[in-house]
């Protein structure tokens, strides 16, 4: 692991790996599962890897990258009843860089991550349970898509550790979508330093360090909310309404991505 990137080779990469590529621009990465024979089980929201079936979509979809017209014979197409699907690591790519996201990172280095989606506290289980989880969700599917409480990265975090958040009402496992929230709080909090200072560089400092404490309260291996639920238990909740995620309040607003 690279303290700058978790950037990886194909020949390195093993059954169990939690693997994501960055999209157009890094305005988000797509994470998955790899299970071996050049296959990855992800998330996604009825098929498309990104959305929130709100207005933001038209924001979103600029990042999405292109899909041949062709369907891939290795590929299983997305079901109906949920968004859980088996692609081959080339559509999965994308075309982008292939990257691990790294579990048991030190506190230091988890703070020295400039943006949340990349590693976590938490530790991995055996990569065999981890297999086991993906394909089982594979069939029995993850629940309802939603962007900051049950994204492609809760996915493939829940696989590697098994770990739920109790409270649906809160944030999901997710990094990526506690950085899209943390950093607009680092400036919200830094901004009443204004009021006794004029330097920046002190009020920018401020801001980082209430964005890095932000991400490091609510990393899945720091939380006290969640819980260890097998991956039976979990479809049983799914299935008998035990454990909701409901879509964005905003749902009915037009969206480009459905």
Known sequence: ????????????????DHIYSWRTAYIYAHHGIYVGDNKVVHFTRRGQEVGT?????????????NRSPIPCTICTPPSDGHGVVSSCLDCFLAGGILYRFEYAVTPAIFLAKARGGTCTLAVSDADDIVVHRANYLLTNGFGLYNVFKNNCEDFAIYCKTGLLVVDQSTMGQSGQAVSIIGGPLAAVMSTPLRLVTTNVYGMVATAVGVYCASRYAVDIGMRRDVMKVSVEDLTTRLTTGLLQVVEPSLAALPATVS
């Open 1 to 16: 692991m690279g303290l700058l990137s978790n950037r990886i080779d194909r020949s390195s990469l093993k059954p169990g």
């Open 53 to 65: 079936g709100t207005v933001l979509d038209h924001i979103l979809v600029s990042s999405i990258p």
